[in-house]
């Protein structure tokens, strides 16, 4: 039995190990799926934000240098910006300029940045139209603008507007004129009795018939250059604390009538002398050579020097004040605080670029005026404008105010140019403009 059992045990050991010895069975490998084409995601289209920038004198496809420079500006800023798309809107410089910008920043439509003036800064700020600047500053732009272009700028200590520059209006004068009447150009300073006497040797008739006349200066109200004259006996416009109107007072009235008698009692200026607009100025001073000394800002000149005009520059004459005076505006960009903030950041990015100091370097010929930071260099060398940067530092500038720009700028024009054209005494028209000026200013201090 036991042997039985044995011989089993072994057959079955036997059949085990031939089974496991048998060939090795090969693995079914299920087919690999085909891959699906894979899609690329699909690629986000960066967001275009567009401003509707307002620029003063700028013409689209003008050859003066105002518009060149700007259109190269916007192309470089464009170019460095792709997400900004800046649309440009041109005004003149002149009330009809005035009112198309006033009508878009009421409406606040339409409009994201412009050149604002010093005097309507403190206005608009006031209605809640300008967007701070301050939240957009860096420590380095904060150290580069001269403190006094913050001041300008400020509206009970915000600053709402970024500075440019500052206009200093000198005298360009037309050298083939002085020459062709044998008149020397003065030697630095000079006063008002010889300013006087020079522009009536420069008035005469050509033999063609062709008549020439000592000197002008564009008188609308926007781009009033002679400003600076009214200046030249010591008076000023408004008190030092922008309180009271005193335009009034004696030493305003005698400027006054000395800027009058150019006109009225020398005859040295052209027939419409005193009510010509910027643009007549310009042509009778560059294209027809009918006037041989323009009162101007500082812009006209980098047109002059590029058609290579017969130029110099000189300084405003002295008066009873005993030393050179100027005027002029502060150039100021300010950004409209609109819902949309993509491009309000948009507007203080093109403006922090236009009145940087890169872009004098980016764009030669672009500064027309002395600039407002410390790193601002571009003008040093230069012949015609390193005069203007010196007459900086002679510079009276009224305190801003929240005067209506109908008082402030067009009424008192035309009660200026009362006086000019002979219509009203300068002491009665002076009196009959404080009334409503004092009366505004009252109404803003109470």
Known sequence: ??????????????????????????????????????????????????????????????????????????????????????????????????????AALAAKANINIFR???????????????????????????????????????????????????????????????????????????????????????????ADGTKVYGVTASAKAGAVEYWPMLYIDGGRILSPDGKKFIANQPEFISALEKFADLNLKYKVGPPDFGVADQATVQSQFQKNKTVAMDISTPGFIRTLVNEKFPLAVLPI???????????????????????????????????????????GI????????????????????????????KAVQYGVYEPPTEVPNEIQNTQFVAALQSVILGQKSAKAAMDEIAVPYQKALDEINK
């Open 317 to 359: 004459p002295m008066g009873k004040l005993g030393k050179p005076v100027t005027n002029g505006a502060f150039g100021l960009y300010a950004v409209v605080d609109v819902p949309d903030k993509d491009k309000v950041a948009a507007a203080h990015a093109l403006a922090k670029y236009l009145t940087g100091s890169q872009i």
């Open 1 to 102: 039995m036991n042997k039985l059992f044995t011989l089993v045990l072994l057959m079955v050991i036997l059949t085990t190990l031939a089974i496991g010895c048998g060939p090795t069975p090969v693995p079914t490998t299920p087919p690999k799926a085909t891959a699906a084409p894979t899609t690329p995601p699909p690629t986000a289209t960066p967001k275009v934000t567009t401003i509707v920038f307002y620029q003063r004198g700028y013409v689209a496809g003008g050859t003066d240098a105002g518009s060149v420079t700007t259109a190269k500006a916007i192309e470089l800023f464009q170019k460095a910006n792709p997400n900004v798309k800046v649309e440009i809107v041109g005004i003149p410089w002149t009330a009809e300029g005035d009112t198309k910008l006033e």
């Open 362 to 389: 980016d764009i030669p010929g672009y500064q027309l005026a002395p600039g407002l930071r410390r790193s601002n260099k571009n003008l040093d060398q230069d012949p015609y404008f390193s005069l203007v940067a």
């Open 116 to 206: 604002v003036t010093s005097p309507n800064l403190p206005r608009y700020a006031k209605q809640g139209i300008l967007s701070e600047i301050t939240p957009y500053l860096t420590a380095e732009d904060k150290a580069d603008f001269y403190q006094s272009a913050f001041d300008i700028a400020s509206y009970k200590g915000k600053v709402y507007a970024w500075p440019l520059w500052v206009t200093a209006i000198t005298i360009l004068v037309n050298t083939d004129i002085f020459k062709e009447r044998g008149v020397e150009l003065p030697k630095g300073d000079w006063t008002y009795e010889q300013f006087v006497e020079t522009a009536r040797k420069l008035t005469f008739t050509r």
